[in-house]
């Protein structure tokens, strides 16, 4: 059985869509690109599809992550594009692995996001973050099917910046960008917590809803503070056989 990485995204208008959608639209491409997918087991099976920490619903994503199982061996680069065309535009498969080390989802520690706010000022962002920052601690609430639950929405943030938008000129809107960077932890603290962090710190509410994109996610460098790529090590593990094969054909040639 051969394991597929697949990473993909979530643009525009397919933003809105939610998980549920996107399985459904994900299992259809699987069944025009005549995937070889393995079967779950049982009276209803299913096709072995292992999706890691999905964004939530209304926000677009340039890094979410799954994994499939097939039943015969494809070249991925070559599986990569026949699923991409198989999807709706903004639905886009933009890189394929094959699965070498075990462990995607660990490797999921946490994820940056941009937040676009239009209508507020820099420097009211730039105040907010600071007071956010300052901070020991940030609670916020958040409806959940088991009532209101409380919790810290300021212990997961890494780093929380306030950048001035690169479409900004004289005579157009105020736009603030937030660049934030959030540990993946229990329970799971959202860019709309933040948000609500930052109104219960600060007041800064915009007067329109955020626009709100997660750029990364992956393995967390505390001494850089940065989020690394989470297929790298499969690609590193790919490398040492795929040299290997080219060695003998490289000798034959010489000989």
Not at 85 to 102: C, F, H, K, M, Y
Not at 243 to 254: L, R
Request: charged share 25%; with cysteine; aromatic share 4%.
């Amino acid at each position: 059985m051969q394991r597929i990485r697949l990473r993909y995204t979530k643009r525009g208008r397919l933003r809105f869509t939610s998980h549920r959608d996107f399985q459904r639209a994900f299992e259809r491409a699987l069944r025009r690109a005549e995937v070889p997918m393995a079967y779950s087991a049982g009276f209803t099976p299913h096709p072995k599809v292992s999706y890691a920490n999905a964004a939530p619903t209304g926000t677009g994503s340039e890094a979410e992550y799954l994994e499939i199982a097939l039943t015969e061996k494809r070249d991925p680069a070559q599986l990569r594009v026949l699923l991409d065309e198989s999807l709706p535009d903004g639905l886009d498969i933009t890189e394929a692995v094959e699965a070498r080390i075990s462990g995607l989802a660990d490797r999921l520690q946490a994820s940056v996001w941009e937040l676009r706010l239009d209508g507020v000022e820099l420097a009211q962002a730039q105040a907010a973050v600071k007071a956010f920052l300052d901070a020991e601690s940030v609670e916020v609430g958040r409806l959940t099917k088991n009532g209101m639950r409380t919790f810290d929405a300021r212990g997961a943030v890494a780093d929380l910046q306030a950048l001035e938008s690169r479409a900004d000129r004289p005579g157009a809107e105020p736009c603030a960008i937030l660049r934030l960077v959030v540990r993946h932890a229990s329970p799971a603290v959202r860019p709309d917590d933040v948000l609500s962090g930052l109104r219960a710190v600060a007041d800064l509410v915009p007067p329109v809803p955020a626009a709100v994109t997660r750029l990364a996610q992956g393995p967390f460098d505390e001494d850089s503070g940065t989020v690394t790529d989470p297929l790298a090590p499969d690609r590193e593990a790919a490398a040492p056989s795929t040299q290997e094969d080219a060695e003998p054909t490289a000798a034959a040639a010489q000989g």
